[in-house]
């Protein structure tokens, strides 16, 4: 079965630390990887987008790392900000005939002063 | 500016009353999609289209319709049929199909409230 598990479900930090997400999944044969940061009441905006050849993405402060072999990937937030304060979720891919999209319910992250 | 508007943002509508929301995107993308967010669940496609006049049922397809007569629009019908309509309501693009790994953008969502 297609799943897609994100944890922690909710994270606080306070501004200027470091925090790390996980995604783990099940979902094969695997196309791609994306991570996506919506914020409170509107549209998700992509932040990386990884493919099966690719182990890191960075986009900014926003480094996402993939393990294809374990199944498993991360995003790592450096240096965060009161901005960060999002729900940051995982999207699978499958490949072939499991070519559809699979989201997980996300990461709530709130930066505090 | 180039982009992907969705409208309204909130939208009210006593039961049993059809409702359609807008989606207008003006980034030449091929394919649009319609999806559903509920507290506590991931994002679930209603439908989707990847060519003008063409357009396939997603994972939550009843008690939905669209239509996709003209590129850059991608209009979602909420019918009294659908029997659970409150929810956020969100539009998206993409140049070629998402699966194949290409960025999807995103609309601002509409709020639907049922009353």
């Known amino acids: 079965k297609n799943q897609v598990e994100q944890s922690p479900q909710s994270l606080i930090i306070l501004e200027g630390k470091n925090c790390t997400l996980q995604c783990n999944y099940t979902v094969s044969p695997f196309s791609n990887l994306r991570w996506y940061k919506q914020d409170t009441g509107r549209g998700p905006v992509s932040l990386t987008i990884?493919?099966?050849s690719e182990n890191t993405k960075s986009n900014g402060r926003y480094t996402a790392t993939l393990d294809a072999d374990t199944k498993q990937s991360s995003l790592h937030i450096t240096a965060s900000q009161l901005s960060d304060s999002a729900s940051y979720i995982c999207v699978v891919s499958g490949a072939g005939n499991n070519r559809k999209l699979i989201w997980g319910l996300g990461t709530s992250l709130a930066v505090n002063p | 500016d180039g982009g992907i508007t969705q409208s309204p943002k909130y939208l009210f509508r006593k039961e049993g009353q059809n409702v359609t929301l807008s989606c207008e995107q003006n980034l030449n993308h091929d394919a649009m999609y319609w999806y559903r967010q509920d507290p506590g669940q991931g994002l679930r496609l209603i439908y989707y289209s990847q060519i003008v006049n063409d357009f396939q049922k997603g994972d939550i397809a009843e008690g939905y319709s669209v239509s996709r007569e003209k590129k850059e629009s991608f209009p979602l019908t909420v019918t009294s049929a659908q029997k659970n309509p409150t929810a956020f309501y969100l539009c998206a693009s993409s140049s070629t199909p998402q699966a194949t790994g290409t960025e999807a953008f995103f609309g601002q969502g509409t709020r639907l409230t049922v009353v």
């Open positions: 990884m493919t099966f």
